[in-house]
């Protein structure tokens, strides 16, 4: 029991428990799964449809954490994606040209992103501000600063289909990050990454090609980033230059280093990153099902944050094991 | 001798320490008297570390007693030491290079013009009293300017002053000399000298035999954190020091094996360098190395011997010249084509450029060559076993296992798995960058007897030391740097004069700003 204590991913799944338990006790029907129309219902798989874009967006982040990067720009992304389809899909109709265009866009954002890091060496967070700022203009370009609606079913299928009863966006999310999980375990790119993130001078000098690695990290985040306005778009049926994706980045950071991973770069962990995304996306969920009013809801959700980052805290823990149980003598520490 | 009966000044008796229940000291003696320069030796992991630690603080005594002038001390943390006299100089210099060289010494203890309390430093004084001290070790560099921009040996004058000025009853040196070259180290130990002929009793450990001899009065030896002994260092001669030290015969000898090898210069090079330069770098590098050669690098330091290496192994490219690899012309841009050649770089910056301190020592031993195989084809599990257990146990890499993190390894021991992982890509050309630096003698024996055994089996080695008795002994050539110039080349078995003859050119013998 002591050991799986633990384990890193032991305090991110504590934390989701104790959520998904709070929000059980408010609410009796929270737990409840149906089976309506083919489709599987419930609370549960509503935060894990709705937690799909965030987790990808997470995913993506890891990597470039892990090596020691940041990227700021991924909510800019998401609308610059979500703008792109939308473009392409409402007079051709063509879903795979508008998916890819999408894509292909968001990968450009993020090798340009790599390319300010790796080739102009300038800090990560100076460089993906600059697409933060510039990328919500540049989404405006696309939509001619209008709110583009879509209307159009296949695309629709994307944020709000159902693929085996499931919700087809969690499902994508779903083996997007197992194929990232078998990428990063029959291969060395974990180690690479790690290494890169914990000394990049002597990585380089001992072979590891780091620049070429980090450039495609940050293009895969800029992919992921697509990913997530696709899904976000589809589902809200719209493409909004300025809300899309809005602040998105900074529940990415929060959710991967609820995961475990260190925000100085070498150690990452994926699995934990998808737990932190879930934990937000309960988060999130509590704060309507509890009905807290709307002008308090930002407080509350600080605070909520505030005590999980507490929780997941091994020195806080420590301080608050310690309180109680001082046994005589113990005030003569190292 | 003389010595025996001078006054102890710093005595340590029954230390017993232990880091989380492993020991580290066991019961170690240690007496340092007034006026003297005492060495501490041992290898690494002999527990030296540990007592200059609990001595000066850093460490909270666990067991046993120190004694100060009479008075057993109790010293909580290094100001606390330093307040009762105990003053200590580490390896790596800490102070703050962008303050001037006066700001560096009274830090925190700045001279206050006498009218403006609390406010008002006055630095006239402050900058007359820094350059009396430094005057105290015939030391006479404007103390205005900028720390940083002097030499390695100067700030650690510097530290030395600032330390002396604190108190002058005892001074430890850790390893002050391992990056200073051999005329820094002779200015070095005058300033000792006068420090110890008016009392100030010297603590000094370090891994070059010599100096201890050149310096020193006494030597007390660990083992294993045991006390070995305490010896008159006119007793105990070379051999003997290094028996006590490791705690067996040590055979100084070698078979110049690499030598006999080279003889063969038909054999066409594994890599040939022809005009190569860089701007800020070196310029004109000739240079040929064959199969089962060791070719060594002398110069001082900054003299272009760490600039040539990194030109040879991609590290930087080169603005001109032509690097030709078993006769094939070559761009490396990057270690990772160098490496992809089979050309492997061993860093002398070990902390910075070497290790990736929280990954395994297996991942740390591996990475070169998975980084060499590439994405697709992944070390398996037990392929990366046998590789770093067969290579751990060549370079005997003492750990108490290969999967713990390798930052928690001592020096020597980081060194060592550093070597394995450019051994571990079985290169052709392997350039080493002062591989034997803050490793213990036995230590070093071994890195040069493997050197040997690897140049037999036909590769070639480039051997980098600030040394000379170690590149003599080992190397087939040497080519000797100044002034970020090649000047010259040495067949194996030339005398150690020759060598330093080349080296020390006399342009080159005067740092600026050092006076005699």
């Known amino acids: 029991m002591k050991s799986l204590f633990r384990h ?26 149906a089976w309506r129309d083919g489709h599987l219902y419930g609370s549960l798989v509503d935060i894990l449809n709705r ?28 609308a610059i994606s979500a703008a792109v389809a939308a473009v392409i899909i409402g007079p051709t109709g063509n879903l795979g040209f508008a998916i890819a265009g999408a894509l292909g866009v968001a990968l450009l954002c993020g090798i340009w992103n790599g390319a300010l890091v790796v080739g102009v060496g300038m800090q990560p967070i100076i460089a993906t501000l600059i697409l933060m700022v510039a990328g919500r203009g540049v989404a405006q370009l696309i939509t001619g600063g209008q709110i583009l609606t879509v209307y159009y079913a296949p695309y629709d299928f994307i944020g709000n289909g159902y693929l085996l009863g499931l919700p087809f966006a969690a499902l994508l999310a779903g083996a997007v990050i197992v194929l990232l999980h078998v ?3 029959v291969t060395p790119l974990g180690l690479f990454i790690r290494a890169i993130g914990i000394n990049p001078v002597a990585s380089r000098i001992a072979g590891v090609r780091a620049q070429p690695i980090t450039l495609c990290l940050y293009a895969f985040g800029g992919l992921m980033a697509g990913l997530a ?62 009905g807290v009013p709307p002008e308090v809801n930002l407080v509350f959700k600080a605070a909520l944050i505030f005590l999980v980052m507490l929780l997941q805290s091994p020195d806080f823990r420590a301080t608050f094991k310690r309180l109680p149980v001082r046994p005589p003598g113990a005030e003569k520490t190292s | 001798m003389a010595t025996g009966d001078r006054r102890p000044v710093l005595e340590a008796r029954g230390i017993v320490h232990a880091y989380s229940g492993k020991p580290a000291l066991d019961g170690v003696d240690f007496c340092l008297r007034a006026g003297e320069v005492h060495a501490l030796m041992g290898q690494n992991g002999a527990g030296k570390s540990t007592l200059i630690k609990v001595l000066t603080g850093v460490e909270p005594l666990q067991t046993g007693s120190i004694i100060l002038d009479g008075a057993a001390i109790r010293p ?30 009274f830090a925190g203890r700045q001279p206050r013009k006498p009218w403006a309390r609390g406010g008002g430093i006055d630095w006239k004084q402050l900058n007359a009293r820094a350059l009396e001290l430094l005057a105290r070790l015939d030391v006479d560099i404007d103390v205005r300017r900028e720390l ?16 002396i000025d604190i108190s002058a009853k005892v001074l430890i040196l850790d390893e002050p000399t391992s990056s200073l070259d051999s005329g820094e180290v002779a200015q070095l130990f005058q300033a000792l000298r006068k420090l110890r002929d008016r009392g100030t009793a010297i603590l000094f450990v370090t891994h070059f035999l010599d100096q201890v001899y050149e310096i020193c009065e006494r030597i007390t030896v660990l083992r294993n954190g045991k006390l070995v002994g305490e010896y008159p260092a006119s007793e105990l001669d070379h051999a003997a020091l290094v028996s006590a030290m490791v705690g067996r015969a040590v055979s100084n000898d070698f078979t110049p094996a690499a030598r006999v090898a080279a003889e063969s210069s038909q054999t066409p090079a594994v890599l040939s360098a022809r005009g190569v330069q860089r701007q800020g770098g070196v310029s004109r590098v000739n240079l040929e190395i064959r199969p089962g050669e060791i070719l060594g690098f002398a110069g001082l330091l900054g003299s272009g011997r760490t600039e040539v290496a ?14 030709r690899l078993k006769g094939v012309a070559v761009t490396m841009h990057e270690p990772a084509a160098a490496i992809a050649q089979g050309v492997s770089f061993c860093p002398e910056e070990r902390k910075t450029e070497g290790i990736v301190d929280q990954l395994s020592i297996r991942d740390n031993i591996v990475l070169s060559l998975q980084a060499r195989l590439g994405l697709w084809r992944k070390l398996s599990p037990q ?24 930052g928690e390894l001592s020096g020597g021991n980081q060194q060592k798995c550093l070597i394995a992982r450019a051994l571990a890509i079985e290169p052709c050309l392997v350039v080493l960058d002062e591989p034997t630096r803050g490793i213990d003698v036995a230590g070093k024996q071994e890195i040069m007897s493997l050197l040997i055994k690897l140049a037999a089996e036909g590769m070639a080695v480039v051997f980098i030391s600030a040394e000379v008795e170690e590149l003599l002994r080992v190397s087939s050539r040497i080519v000797v740097m100044r002034d970020r110039e090649q000047v010259g080349e040495l067949p194996g078995g030339c005398s150690e004069d020759q060598v330093y003859a080349l080296i020390a050119a006399p342009a080159a013998s005067a740092p600026a700003g050092n006076a005699a």
């Not at chain 1, 934390?15 to 929000?23: C, D, P, Q, S």
């Not at chain 1, 990808?56 to 998401?78: E, H, K, N, P, Q």
């Not at chain 2, 940083?148 to 330390?163: D, E, F, H, K, P």
Request: with cysteine; aromatic share 2%; net charge negative.
């Open chain 2, 310 to 323: 990194r030109l040879l192994c991609g590290l930087d490219s080169p603005d001109d010249g032509e690097i």
């Open chain 1, 183 to 185: 990428l990063l375990s």
């Open chain 2, 76 to 105: 909580a943390s290094t100001l606390d030491a330093q307040q009762s006299g105990i003053s200590t100089v580490y390896q790596e210099v800490n102070l703050c290079p962008n303050l001037s060289v006066a700001e560096n010494i």
């Open chain 2, 383 to 406: 392929h990366r076993r046998e590789i770093t257990d067969r290579l751990a146990k060549q370079l005997d890499v003492r750990a108490a296992s290969l999967d713990m993190p390798i």
């Open chain 1, 8 to 33: 890193s991913l032991a305090w991110p799944a504590v934390t989701l428990i104790l959520l998904l338990g709070l929000n059980a006790v408010m609410n009796p029907g929270f737990l409840a799964l």
């Open chain 1, 229 to 290: 306005g696709l899904i976000i778009s589809s589902n809200v049926k719209s493409a909004d230059a300025n809300n899309a994706g809005q602040l998105l980045e900074l529940d990415a950071i929060l959710a991967v280093t609820l995961g475990g991973t260190a925000l100085t770069g070498g150690k990452f962990s994926l699995a934990g990153t998808v737990l932190g995304a879930l934990i937000i996306q309960t988060l999130t969920s509590t704060i309507y099902s509890l």
């Open chain 1, 51 to 78: 937690a799909a874009p965030l987790a990808l967006v997470s995913a993506g982040m890891t990597l470039v954490i892990a090596a020691r990067g940041l990227d700021i720009s991924v909510g800019a992304v998401v």
């Open chain 2, 148 to 163: 940083g921009g002097y030499s390695v040996a100067l700030q650690q004058m510097v530290a030395i002053a600032r330390a």
